[in-house]
């Protein structure tokens, strides 16, 4: 198959490209710089011209705070350039990819969420972006792949747009990182979505599924784990609390994703965080990254 990705320079994007790319033909986007997909002819220019069977839409602004800072800046990026995607897709008859996140939930119960859960009343702005992109992409697509996922993971998207990166480089600076201790979810390694992906995409079986590595972190904790990985010291994460650190966007304190689907349609289970996380550190040293 051919496979564009937009974002094919952020995290989930390149790893969709190196994962998927030993099997497929893959067509990463250009850089943001060199097409901005707020363009709507733009965009279908391109599409257009390449005519991919499947598109990975991963291209977002995924900050909460510069999304509730600059409301317009997030609708665009997320919602508008969705938009543009999608009519891409259906111009072409393309089977859409979209990277959805937990934030269209609100956050409110210990229970995790599953996928007959309803999308309901996001705490932010981000969250709102990304509902109405799901809803944009369920209208018009029918051959669509709805990919709800919590905090992400892995070896790729550069020092920019990887959090483990620079905690590494924090660290070994002998800068202290601070984290939300009381920020507790799920947390899922990209190589695991984009191997998942190598699945699905063989079957008709479209829908909306949630991606979640098994088990739990906080903020703090999840960080302090990769450092205690890589046999640096857990202490260069602070503990810290979210009202402490007090950013523009609310952030949940307790969200949960759950999978009821995976399995059973795609007999795909997914590894712990722990384990992920030692996949991860393992892949980043094998790249010369730390
Ligand atoms: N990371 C997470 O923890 C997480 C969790 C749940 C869901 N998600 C969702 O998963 C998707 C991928 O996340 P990620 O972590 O891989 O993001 P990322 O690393 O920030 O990558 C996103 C990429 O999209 C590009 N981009 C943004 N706006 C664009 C535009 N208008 N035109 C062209 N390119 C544009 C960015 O380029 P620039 O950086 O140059 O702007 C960047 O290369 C996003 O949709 C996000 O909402 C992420």
Redesign the pocket.
Known sequence: MKIAV??A?????EECLRTLGAEHEMIP?P???D????NFHATRDWFLAHKPDVIIH?????DPDSCELNPDLAWT?NTL?TWNVVNAARELDAVLVH????SVFPGDRDLPYHEFDEARDPINLYGRT?LASEKLVRQYIPKHFNLR????FGRT?GM??NNLLKLYAAARAGKKTVAAGDAVSSACSVRDIARSLSVMLKTPFYGTYHFANSGSCSRASYLQSFLKIIGMDPDMVTVSTIDAINRPARRCRNIFLQSRLLEPVFGITLQSIDDALTETAADLKADGLI
Do not use: C, F
């Open positions: 937009t974002g320079q952020g995290l989930l994007g986007l850089p943001h710089g097409l901005d997909l707020v991963t291209a977002a602004n995924r990026s350039v990277a959805s996140s937990d990304k996922m919590p905090l992400l998207g920019a747009r």
